[in-house]
């Protein structure tokens, strides 16, 4: 199948991955893309990507979840209890024949597995909202609570407060590029011979990246850190937000003199490139009532299109800020093939963006298809564990594997 | 014992300037990997102050840059002006002693300076190079300039966050930065560890717009599945509830919650006075809990003014409610758990003296790796890497200098 052995650049890599939320499911994600053989390993319950929307059809179900069908995309699907002790004896068995494990599982769950005793050869990718180790190891947590713990939350939104909070999953799939990047190294070790390791992932750090810049700062000028001001206004650069058109919406940044001339000269305004209260971009910030009253309604007279390509004509950073709908039509991005197609056997398919490394000698799957909870655990354990048939039909008589007879 | 550095042995040219390049790199210096940074002598890295126009001022502003300083460690520093042809021809000389490259200058420039991937492979065929412009190496927008902040508009983020009334609502002055060097470092360990199987270099692409496009995967989904964008929630969450963003005590002061299991619920329910909601069946999942979310948002709002950010956290985690203050980007520096995690070091550096660096955002068996040095003076290892890397004899390496093709 796609993703299976191919030719990607991470081909003939063994991944187990064990999920518990997104960020884990995504960092798999990433390695099946690039050609790894990774195994999804649920319990039969199945993983919580199955309970996130959107749903085919609007209505939720296990078989169906849009967000279940790219994470799980080019994955084999094996779906075990293994708080069963012969379940959890699978799991162990998989991972010392695997070369990489991922999950994000409670911390007893983990601990009950014990995988870095059973699998001392593999790499084990422990991710958690704030860390395996240390006095957070028992916190639970959301996208919103980890930006909150690194400072990412707080300057998002109205001035009065509270601060928004950021759409789906985005700190999740920052800690699954991470717990990505951490695995790639441990990886690299042991092609070096270093044997296996157990990595601790914290989210709340891998969002950190964002927010240690000020943090850094502050250590050197001991400047108070400036409060939020509002929606899309960070103190203190201006123009750096995103202005309402004849149609849609463009973004504008302006940081350097030359920049906000051009910025002048775009909208027919070449005077103001002279105005002393606009003269660098901190003057432009103080007065920004003024600012977006020269600004505003003249942006408005031309739809956004016309303003992110005439801006970009003329040096000035401007972007196009396409909604979703848009998104999916863009003529640079359908020229990169950026959009790939996902499928599962019971939901209809749907294009989505794909993992976006291009590399020019190894392929990365674009699309792929998603398994059904289960849906490969008996040939996974006659494959890797040599498991007879009757075997593997005992192990689904006891509950231990779920293994449904499912149509083609 | 100390653990050996997982990336010894890989050797990179670093031709990244900003914020998202050299974190790409960073991440893998401070694994191990030799990561050799190119600046021009009389044009640095404007990380090191975008006001000084690439020219050391009197007061060595440009040794003096938070950012620079911590995006920059465990690196060499070369000082080698690209535009001239015997600075050109040292930077082949160097490729050819790597394994990759990397660069983020705006597409086009690397052609200018004759150090594109073909130039590179013909000096190294075995050469890897990254390159990671904001809308791609390829496309018709590949000529487009982008910032941080541009690169987050360009993604279609916006649309995601805020409430129903409010426009597209970005999430950070520079988010596709970060992110961007994320995504990069992770491409280049991939494509690394290919080469290392089977010798094979190669090209990679990687558009900034598309590697933060990933991050609010779930609008281009729901998008495509049901025919509309998602729903902008403003603080809420589509599965649990409560879950948003509550008023502490203090000016200014913010607690994220959740309830993300049904068993924090009724613990949650009695801190807040509500044994009625607690034993009330109709309030056991999100989905019932949904038709009364006003009122239990306002009775944790209620609870939470009341009390102090950490008290409040405290109080909240010790139902089993998912909790954290809204802590702002100084506070990471004295964050208790952070410290406890070893998060942070600090390092002596030239110019600044001992000043806070995060640690890459993970740790190998509990250990952290270490910093091994300081950020590089502009050109302070140009001398050594000339001599020990390509065999420069001195008097060739002082000629160079004479003549201001090296610093």
């Given at each position: 199948?796609a993703?299976?052995?191919?030719s990607?650049?991470?081909?003939?890599?063994r991944?187990?991955?064990?999920?518990?939320?997104?960020?884990?499911?995504?960092?798999?994600?990433?390695?099946?893309a690039?050609?790894?053989?990774?195994?999804?390993?649920?319990?039969?319950?199945?993983?919580?990507v199955?309970?996130?929307?959107?749903?085919?059809?609007?209505?939720?179900?296990p078989?169906?979840?849009?967000?279940q069908?790219f994470?799980?995309?080019?994955?084999?699907?094996?779906?075990?209890?293994?708080?069963?002790?012969?379940?959890?004896?699978?799991?162990?068995?998989?991972?010392?024949?695997?070369?990489?494990?991922?999950e994000?599982?409670?911390?007893?769950?983990?601990?009950?597995?014990?995988l870095?005793?059973?699998?001392?050869?593999?790499?084990?990718?422990?991710l958690?909202?704030?860390g395996?180790e240390?006095p957070?190891r028992d916190?639970?947590g959301?996208?919103?609570?980890?930006?909150?713990?690194?400072a990412?939350?707080?300057?998002?939104?109205?001035?009065?407060g509270?601060p928004?909070?950021?759409?789906?999953?985005?700190?999740?799939?920052?800690?699954?590029?991470?717990?990505?990047?951490?695995?790639?190294?441990?990886l690299?070790?042991?092609?070096?011979?270093?044997?296996?390791?157990?990595?601790?992932?914290?989210?709340?750090?891998?969002?950190?990246?964002?927010?240690e810049?000020?943090?850094?700062?502050?250590?050197?000028?001991g400047?108070?850190p400036?409060?939020?001001?509002g929606v899309?206004?960070?103190?203190?650069?201006?123009p750096?937000?995103?202005?309402p058109?004849?149609d849609?919406?463009?973004g504008?940044?302006?940081?350097?003199?030359m920049?906000?001339?051009?910025?002048?000269?775009?909208?027919?305004?070449?005077?103001?490139?002279?105005?002393?209260?606009f003269?660098t971009s901190?003057?432009?910030?103080?007065?920004?009532?003024?600012l977006?009253?020269?600004l505003?309604?003249?942006?408005?007279?031309?739809?956004?299109?016309?303003?992110?390509?005439?801006?970009?004509?003329a040096?000035?950073?401007?972007?196009?800020?396409?909604?979703?709908?848009?998104?999916?039509?863009?003529?640079?991005?359908?020229?990169?093939e950026?959009?790939?197609?996902?499928e599962?056997?019971d939901?209809?398919?749907f294009e989505?963006?794909a993992?976006?490394?291009?590399?020019?000698?190894?392929?990365?799957?674009?699309?792929?298809?998603?398994p059904?909870?289960?849906e490969?655990?008996?040939?996974?354990?006659?494959?890797?564990?040599?498991l007879?048939?009757?075997e593997?039909?005992?192990?689904?008589?006891?509950?231990?594997?779920?293994?449904?007879?499912?149509?083609? | 014992?100390?653990?050996?550095?997982?990336?010894?042995?890989?050797?990179?040219?670093?031709?990244?300037m900003?914020?998202?390049?050299?974190?790409?790199?960073?991440?893998?210096?401070?694994?191990?990997?030799?990561?050799?940074?190119?600046e021009?002598?009389?044009?640095?890295?404007?990380w090191?102050?975008?006001?000084?126009?690439?020219?050391?001022?009197?007061?060595?502003?440009?040794?003096?840059s938070?950012?620079?300083?911590y995006?920059?460690?465990?690196?060499r520093?070369?000082?080698?002006?690209?535009?001239?042809?015997?600075?050109?021809?040292?930077a082949?000389?160097?490729a050819?002693?790597c394994?990759?490259?990397?660069?983020n200058?705006?597409?086009?420039?690397?052609a200018?300076?004759g150090?594109t991937?073909?130039d590179?492979?013909?000096?190294?065929?075995?050469?890897?190079?990254?390159?990671m412009p904001?809308?791609?190496?390829?496309?018709?927008w590949?000529?487009?300039?982008a910032y941080?902040?541009?690169?987050?508009?360009?993604?279609?983020?916006?649309?995601?966050?805020?409430?129903?009334?409010?426009?597209?609502?970005m999430?950070?002055?520079?988010?596709?930065?970060?992110a961007?060097?994320m995504?990069?470092?992770?491409?280049?360990l991939?494509a690394?560890?290919?080469?290392r199987?089977?010798?094979?270099g190669?090209?990679?692409?990687?558009?900034q717009?598309?590697?933060?496009?990933?991050?609010?995967?779930?609008?281009?989904?729901?998008?495509?599945?049901?025919?509309?964008?998602?729903?902008?929630?403003g603080?809420?969450?589509?599965?649990?509830v409560?879950h948003?963003?509550?008023?502490?005590?203090?000016?200014?002061r913010?607690?994220?919650?959740?309830?993300?299991?049904?068993?924090?619920?009724?613990p949650?329910?009695?801190?807040?006075?509500?044994?009625?909601?607690a034993?009330?069946?109709?309030?056991?999942?999100?989905e019932?809990?949904?038709?009364?979310?006003d009122?239990?948002?306002?009775a944790?709002?209620?609870f939470t003014?009341?009390?102090?950010?950490?008290?409040?956290?405290?109080?909240?985690?010790?139902?089993?409610?998912?909790?954290?203050?809204?802590?702002?980007?100084?506070?990471?520096?004295?964050d208790?758990?952070?410290?406890?995690?070893?998060?942070?070091v600090e390092?002596?550096?030239a110019?600044?003296?001992?000043?806070?660096?995060?640690?890459?955002?993970?740790?190998?068996?509990?250990?952290?790796t270490?910093i091994?040095s300081?950020?590089?003076?502009?050109?302070?290892?140009?001398?050594a890497?000339?001599r020990?890397?390509?065999?420069?004899?001195?008097a060739?390496?002082?000629a160079?200098?004479?003549?201001?093709?090296?610093?």
């Open positions: 199948m993703g299976q052995g191919g990607g650049a991470l081909a003939g890599v991944v187990l991955d064990l999920g518990g939320e997104v960020a884990a499911a995504y960092c798999g994600a990433l390695f099946a690039c050609g790894a053989e990774v195994i999804r390993i649920e319990p039969p319950a199945g993983d919580v199955r309970r996130l929307p959107p749903f085919a059809d609007g209505v939720a179900r078989e169906g979840s849009g967000m069908m994470l799980d995309a080019n994955k084999r699907g094996l779906a075990l209890d293994y708080t069963k002790p012969r379940g959890a004896e699978i799991v162990r068995a998989l991972a010392r024949d695997a070369d990489l494990v991922i994000a599982l409670p911390p007893e769950t983990a601990a009950a597995l014990d870095a005793v059973a699998a001392p050869d593999a790499a084990i990718v422990s958690s909202w704030f395996r240390g957070g916190w639970r959301t996208d919103a609570v980890a930006m909150a713990a690194a990412f939350l707080y300057p998002i939104g109205p001035e009065e509270p928004l909070v950021p759409g789906g999953h985005q700190s999740q799939i920052n800690g699954g590029l991470v717990a990505f990047v951490a695995a790639m190294t441990a690299t070790g042991r092609a070096q011979g270093d044997g296996g390791a157990r990595l601790d992932v914290s989210l709340v750090e891998a969002q950190a990246a964002y927010a810049s000020g943090a850094v700062r502050f250590a050197y000028d400047a108070p400036r409060s939020r001001k899309n206004l960070f103190p203190p650069i201006a750096q937000t995103i202005f058109c004849a849609g919406w463009v504008v940044t302006c940081v350097t003199p920049q906000w001339r051009a910025m002048c000269g775009l909208i027919g305004a070449p005077e103001l490139a002279d105005d002393p209260r003269a901190f003057a432009r910030f103080d007065n920004i009532d003024a977006y009253g020269e505003v309604p003249r942006l408005k007279t031309q739809p956004a299109a016309y303003w992110f390509h005439e801006g970009q004509k040096r000035v950073p401007t972007a196009l800020v396409p909604t979703m709908a848009e998104l999916a039509t863009l003529d640079h991005l359908r020229a990169r950026a959009f790939g197609r996902y599962h056997p939901a209809p398919a989505a963006p993992i976006p490394w291009k590399f020019s000698a190894t392929p990365v799957a674009r699309g792929g298809r998603a059904r909870l289960g490969h655990g008996r040939e996974i354990l006659r494959e890797r564990l040599s007879t048939a009757s593997v039909e005992a192990l689904v008589d006891q509950g231990v594997l779920l293994a449904p007879e499912l149509a083609a | 014992m100390s653990r050996p550095l997982t990336l010894r042995g890989i050797r990179i040219l670093d031709l990244t900003g914020w998202a390049g050299p974190l790409a790199s960073r991440y893998l210096a401070d694994e191990g990997a030799e990561v050799i940074k190119i021009g002598p009389g044009h640095f890295d404007w090191r102050g975008w006001d000084l126009g690439g020219k050391a001022d009197a007061n060595q502003t440009h040794e003096k938070p950012n620079y300083n995006n920059n460690r465990n690196k520093g070369v000082a080698i002006d690209l535009t001239r042809p015997e600075g050109r021809a040292l082949l000389r160097l050819e002693t394994d990759a490259a990397i660069e200058q705006a597409t086009g420039v690397m200018k300076l150090l991937y073909e590179l492979k013909a000096a190294n065929p075995s050469i890897i190079m990254l390159s904001g809308f791609g190496a390829e496309g018709p590949s000529a487009y300039r941080g902040s541009t690169v987050e508009q360009s993604s279609g983020l916006p649309h995601l966050t805020g409430r129903p009334e409010d426009p597209p609502a999430c950070h002055i520079a988010y596709g930065d970060a961007g060097g995504s990069a470092a992770a491409a280049l991939v690394l560890f290919h080469r199987r089977t010798g094979e190669q090209r990679v692409d990687l558009a717009v598309e590697g933060l496009m990933q991050f609010g995967i779930h609008g281009p989904i729901t998008q495509a599945m049901t025919g509309a964008p998602p729903e902008r929630l603080r809420r969450h589509p599965l649990h409560p948003g963003v509550f008023p502490c005590a203090g000016e200014d913010w607690i994220a919650a959740a309830v993300t299991v049904d068993e924090a619920w009724p949650l329910a009695r801190l807040l006075g509500r044994e009625d909601w034993a009330d069946p109709a309030l056991a999942t999100p019932g809990r949904r038709a009364i979310e009122e239990i948002e306002q944790l709002a209620a003014a009341a009390r102090e950010p950490q008290a409040a956290a405290e109080a909240l985690r010790g139902a089993g409610v998912a909790a954290a203050p809204t802590v702002r980007s100084a506070d990471l520096l004295s208790p758990l952070l410290a406890a995690r070893g998060f942070w390092i002596d550096r110019h600044v003296g001992p000043k806070p660096h995060p640690l890459n955002p993970w740790s190998y068996e509990g250990v952290r270490p091994r300081p950020a590089p003076t502009l050109g302070e290892h140009t001398e890497v000339l020990d890397l390509l065999n420069l004899p001195e060739e390496i002082e160079l200098r004479a003549e201001g093709v090296v610093n």
